[in-house]
């Protein structure tokens, strides 16, 4: 149980273009579900929490308009990249948690974004 | 909000050896304590969590934890490691609506 389904897994796009990434959980409700961007190296960064139905907490220093956070429902959050530069070409991971503390925090497979 | 703090980024043994991962957190209330795996190529996977109970925690893959709370510390140990426990590990604090990552420990074992 306790499986979240992010795609693509992959994407290649245009700088200027948007990609919009999803995350969806398969076998529960996901009321709170959270976007983070992993640099190589590095460790998972925290960009923005979003609960299901109202409009996303953004982490200082990330840009609401140009990553644009929906989470209409219990079972899909969507991060668009708007206007994507190669600066944002990074590994995406999607996470969402359940209702109650038994399915903690479960991830995504990660969509690589790079822009050219 | 809180903070991770993981030691030793490289780790390399050989199989068989033991392995301690340190972690530290800082953050003042209630905290829920996670570790989780990253193998090459794959998503992450829960190793393990704690919430509250017994402070040692056992995870899959023979892992175990220590959440010690005077030293805000818990702890990733593995008595023996296998080549296949070839990966990057990060432990991850929950407080406050949020989950912040350690800068993970990546962990080579030679065979």
């Known amino acids: 149980g306790a499986v979240v389904s992010q795609h693509p897994s992959r994407v290649i796009c245009k700088s200027g273009t948007s990609v919009k990434i999803e995350c969806r959980s398969l076998?529960?409700?996901?009321?709170?579900m959270f976007w983070y961007r992993q640099f190589p190296k590095k460790s998972l960064m925290l960009m923005a929490t979003?609960?299901?139905?109202?409009?996303?907490?953004?982490e200082q220093g990330v840009e609401k308009d140009k990553f644009l956070i929906n989470h209409a429902s219990l079972t899909l959050s969507t991060l668009t990249v708007t206007s994507a530069h190669p600066e944002d070409s990074s590994f995406y991971i999607c996470?969402?948690?359940?209702?109650?503390?038994?399915?903690?925090?479960?991830f995504g497979s990660g969509t690589r974004l790079t822009v050219v | 909000a809180q903070s991770v703090s993981q030691h030793n980024h490289h780790v390399i043994l050989s199989e068989a050896a033991s392995l301690e991962l340190g972690c530290n957190y800082s953050?003042?209330?209630?905290?829920?304590l996670f570790w989780y795996v990253q193998y090459p190529g794959q998503h992450l996977q829960l190793l393990l969590k704690?919430?509250?109970?017994?402070?040692l925690v056992k995870g899959i893959k023979g892992f175990e934890a220590e959440f010690i709370k005077s030293k805000f510390s818990f702890n990733l140990r593995k008595p023996s490691v296998q080549w296949s426990d070839t990966a990057e590990y990060f432990c991850?604090?929950?407080?406050?609506?949020?989950?912040?990552f350690g800068k993970g420990n990546q962990v080579v074992v030679i065979p």
């Open positions: 996470s969402a948690r359940g209702q109650g503390s038994y399915y903690g925090y479960t």
């Open positions: 076998d529960f409700q996901a009321t709170t």
């Open positions: 979003s609960n299901e139905g109202s409009k996303a907490t953004y």
């Open positions: 953050y003042g209330g209630t905290v829920n």
């Open positions: 704690y919430f509250s109970g017994d402070p």
């Open positions: 991850a604090v929950s407080g406050n609506n949020r989950l912040a």
